[in-house]
């Protein structure tokens, strides 16, 4: 069976592993298997991954998605090249709660590895509108999707928008 690694990546407590979380939920006929491994505060710490056994009508194909986050602290960095570096294609989760450069610092750890890139602004339910178009204008060049996974919103879109780019 065909399996494809989607990373979600972003700066720490963008929402990497709420989507995670959110997409358990609204998949759950389809879940194989969830492990996330945390602090008390819910920091990823080393795992955070959730697969997916996913039937795309129409083609015919049956489709093993596994779906990792990397851990946003810096202290945890040397954890990520290895997840950034066999991913079949990435969701950016940008967060417009915090400065611009330090989302665009993390953008640059996955901007070289040439494959599909879809940027998430996440946590719309709390962002001024005004950091949200800052931020499609940055990324205009990418998908843009709007989300705020804390409610399920925007999570499903982001996941097919991928998957969509990935088997292009
Ligand atoms: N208001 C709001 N809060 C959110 C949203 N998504 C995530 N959060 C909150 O942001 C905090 C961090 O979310 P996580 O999903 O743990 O972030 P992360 O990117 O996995 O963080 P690290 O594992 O430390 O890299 C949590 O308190 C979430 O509830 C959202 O859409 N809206
Ligand atoms: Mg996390």
Redesign the pocket.
């Known amino acids: 069976m065909k399996e494809v690694l989607i990373v979600y990546h972003?700066v720490?407590?963008?929402?990497?592993?709420?989507?995670l979380d959110s997409l358990k939920n609204l998949f759950q006929n389809y879940v194989i298997d969830r492990f996330h491994t945390q602090t008390l505060e819910?920091?990823?710490v080393f795992l955070?991954t959730l697969l997916l056994g996913i039937n795309i009508k129409n083609l015919d194909i049956k489709l093993k998605v596994r779906i990792m986050?990397t851990?946003?602290?810096e202290r945890f960095a040397i954890l990520r090249p290895w997840i950034i570096n066999n991913a079949d294609g990435f969701v950016f989760?940008y967060d417009p709660t915090v400065n611009i450069k330090y989302n665009v610092e993390a953008f640059k750890e996955i901007y070289e590895s040439k494959k599909p890139i879809i940027v998430q602004i996440?946590?719309?339910?709390?962002s001024p509108r005004e950091k949200i178009e800052e931020a499609k204008k940055i990324f205009g060049k990418f998908p843009v999707i709007e989300?705020?996974?804390?409610?399920d919103i925007g999570v499903k879109e982001t996941l097919q928008s991928i998957l969509r780019e990935v088997l292009k």
């Open positions: 972003g720490g407590m963008a929402g990497k592993t709420t989507n819910n920091r990823t955070d986050s851990p946003g602290q989760v996440n946590k719309i339910d709390i989300a705020a996974a804390k409610n």
